[in-house]
């Protein structure tokens, strides 16, 4: 089932814009990474591109190849500099795979993950 986009906001670009408060952990000129609400693992980073022009990691990797590349290097760095170096990365592409926020983005899980629900 694909769900239509709305032009209302994203909670990735209300946290962009300041407007919804986030643990952030790093932030550079294109690129976002905040602590999950929900975490699933000791450590679970969600890395945002703040271009909300891609809604899942397909269509960025179509369309911006170098900044899907920019946002996996953004990963493995928080994953060495938060745990040990050892992460899983998850993108949620669809409804039907738990994605909630057609704004695309990366989980960064590590120490342990919790096999339940990733969704967002």
Known sequence: MRVMPTTEPSVFERIIAREIPADIVLETEQI???RDIAPKAPVHLLVIPKS???RDVAELAAGDPALLAE??????ALAAEHAD???RLVFNSGAGAGQTVF???????AGGVDEGSLAH
């Open 32 to 34: 976002i990474a905040i």
């Open 52 to 54: 909300s022009r891609y």
């Open 71 to 76: 946002l996996v290097a953004t990963a493995k």
């Open 85 to 87: 170096g050892d992460y």
């Open 103 to 109: 704004h695309v983005h990366a989980h960064v899980l």
